[in-house]
């Protein structure tokens, strides 16, 4: 059943990690909800540097469907000169990061945009990529095409265009979605917005929604 979500966090508590979302790789403890007075919701999905790729996932987001989309403004931070790259899941099923996570992400180590399923390239964009900025991340994966779209300022000023497309023998079908993070790498997650089925859009905003999920700041519409 085609499904649309929206959270802002700030109906979470702070300092553990969602009771709505789910780790499914790396290491457990390093997604918990922060305070952030400049965020959205005044609170962010923080991710602390760690010794593994980690991705966590929205649990009501997986539901079947063969068109899977989510947006998030999201920034990441160097920690050190090992910086590496954050980004968006979708079909997450919980298999390993390095053999069939579909993602892509944001580097700014080697400045691009990068989409992969585990460790498989499957697109690229060169891109400058600066730590500390706040950039919109938009994916879209429909069967086997897929689609991924970064820019900088607000959700308003989202281009038309897509920085990369493509279409691949995809081999996951269905999971959750969500973000991950690389080795050492310092993620915040303002607002996450996800949607399945044809003719809809993961939102950037709740819009019109009847909130009715919880905790608050949460919105999921049917």
Known sequence: MATSGFT????????????DWTVTNGD???????????????????????????SIGWDVS?????????????????FGTTAQAAGLTVRDDGSDVSTSLLHVRLDDRNNGVNVFEGVVGLGSF????????????????EGTAWKAKVWAGSASSEPAAWTL????????TSGMMGVVA?????????????????????????????????????????
């Open 126 to 141: 060169a891109m400058t990529i600066d730590a500390g900025t706040w950039y919109w991340m938009r994916f879209r994966v």
């Open 62 to 78: 997986d539901d079947g469907e063969t068109l899977h989309e989510c947006v998030a403004r999201i920034k990441v931070t160097p």
């Open 165 to 172: 497309e493509g279409d691949d023998p995809i081999d996951v």
């Open 182 to 222: 690389t080795w050492f790498k310092v993620v915040d997650i303002d607002v996450f917005g996800f949607s399945t089925g044809a003719g809809r859009t993961a939102p950037t905003v709740p819009s019109f929604w009847v909130q009715d999920a919880e905790p608050a700041g949460s919105w999921v519409q049917d």
């Open 28 to 54: 457990a403890d390093k997604w918990k909800v922060a305070a952030d007075e400049a965020a959205t919701g005044g609170k962010v999905l923080h991710h602390e540097s760690g010794s593994n790729q980690t």
């Open 8 to 19: 802002d966090f700030s109906g979470y508590n702070v300092g553990v990690q969602p009771s």
